[in-house]
């Protein structure tokens, strides 16, 4: 069975650094777009940044220039690197990714979500 496990959140203060990864399980023919998002308390999910399986990228504006969305599909990890990290930024974070079980056939998964704090 595919699953997409989220690791590396925590409680941050305000100006500082997490590294958020997503590891893939499972029988896994090949990862294709892998994303990130987050929830708010009280807020709808809303989407952070994308890689596509050819290396292009693209994040909302406002992570854009503070985070950086990569993949190593040797491992079959995606990163989100967080940077300058402000109280706005605390969510459960999600990953998500589309995912080929075997060839020819793509399905797309969610992780569980990993808490990020960003707090004095």
């Known amino acids: 069975q595919v699953q997409l496990v989220e690791s590396g959140g925590g409680l941050v203060q305000p100006g500082g650094s997490l590294r958020l990864s997503c590891a893939a399980s499972?029988?896994?023919?090949?990862?294709?777009?892998m994303a990130w998002y987050r929830q708010a308390p009280g807020k709808m999910r809303e989407w952070v940044a994308r890689?596509?399986?050819?290396?292009?990228?693209d994040y909302a504006e406002f992570v854009k220039g503070r985070f950086t969305i990569s993949r190593d599909d040797a491992k079959r990890t995606v990163y989100l690197q967080m940077n300058s990290l402000k109280p706005e930024d605390t969510a459960v974070y999600y990953c998500?990714?589309?995912?080929?079980?075997?060839?020819?056939?793509?399905?797309?998964?969610w992780g569980q979500g990993t808490q990020v704090t960003v707090s004095s």
């Open positions: 890689l596509t399986s050819g290396g292009s990228t």
């Open positions: 499972g029988s896994i023919f090949s990862m294709n777009t």
């Open positions: 998500n990714g589309d995912l080929a079980p075997r060839a020819g056939r793509l399905i797309n998964y």
